[in-house]
Structure formats: C-alpha cells, structure tokens
C-alpha cells in the first residue's frame, strides 16, 4: 500500500487559534476561517483523514494572511506562534503530520529572515508566502532577501493566492457562484509566479541566489 501525502493542508494550532479570537477582526473577514472547525478541531480533523488509508499531511499556515491580521511587533509575534504551534502539531503526531511549511509576514523582511532561521531549525521543509502583501508584488525588490534565505537553505515555498472577492462584471455588486474564487486564485497566482520568474528570482540571479522550489495553490 502506497502513502499517500497531502502537501497542502491548513491548519489553526492550538494556540494560535486562541490568540486569534482576541483579534478585533475575528468578527470580520477572519470568521468565515475560524467557522472552519476542522483548521482547529482534531477530533474532527482526524476521522476525515482516517478515511484514506496511508494518508498523511504537510501541514500549512491558515488564511488570511499575518499581514492583513496585524503590523509591527504583533505581526512578527503571530508569525512565530504559527511556527511554534505547527512544530508543537508536527512532533505530537508524527504518524499524521510528518512535516510542515512555515509562516512568514513579509511587513519586516528582516524579522522574516529572522524567521526562517528559525522556523528551519524547528523542522520547517520550507514557508507559506502570500501571492502579495497588502497589494505590494512579490517581485518589490525588498523582498528579494527573503528569498534569497529561503534559497540558501535549500527549503520549498508554498505560493497562496490572496485574490479577493470581486463581482464579475461592472454592473453587478457581487461575483456569482464564487467565480471569483474558482477562476480569480489561479489567476493570482498565475501572475505572481509570471512575475517572479520575470524579475530573475527564480533563475538563480546574483541578487537571490540558487532558486527555491515554489508550489503554486
């Protein structure tokens, strides 16, 4: 019998999910995440995967993104409780869970390649980036380092598309059928991958050293 290896599933550790909820945005664009109770519930987590025989999970950063949810010294703060949490997840259950990818926020380039040092030695194979940050392109030249130190360590990038709703023609106020989802996330991501192969990062530049393996949702 074969394993079967999910290497894209999101998740709300414990702890993080409970810093969450003292967020004023949990009553906003967060909730629709947090009414998720399989990103946090394990009881409820684990009969799904019971299901598939052999199967297990690589376990990935829940949306939205650390950006969107906080700034400054609270925004690196939630970054490391992710990590903290998803190596905390990883070692209790290694049977379910063999792996994870990190979270970054790219807000603080520094702080983030603080955190890939970090988070590397915690056991992250490599981190979850958004497809933009607050609306800036991946390709900005400040957040050439950071990939730069994800490439020096030879670790995987998990590239997320952050597109949001958006209705489907002028006339109309909202997309129907989650269009926007089905067609506008791979749209993103499409972009932000053209864009990055585009700037050099991902031909091995002298800015950015050899090139990061990046998966695309």
Known sequence: MSLRIDAWTHIFPPAYFAKL??????A???KRWMELTPLYDLEQRFPADGQVDAYQQVLTPSMPPIEDLAEGQAAVDLMRLMNDGLAELVKAHPDRFPAFAGALSL?????????IERAAKLGAIGFQICTHVRGTALDAPRFQPVFAAIAQRNLAIWLHPVRGPQPDYPTETKSHDEIWWCFGWPYDSSVAMARLAFSGISTGTPNCGSSPTTWAQ
Request: glycine share 6%; aromatic share 0%.
């Open 21 to 26: 909820q003292t967020i004023a945005s949990a």
């Open 28 to 30: 906003g664009p967060l």
């Open 107 to 115: 807000l603080d380039p520094d702080a983030a390649i603080a955190e």
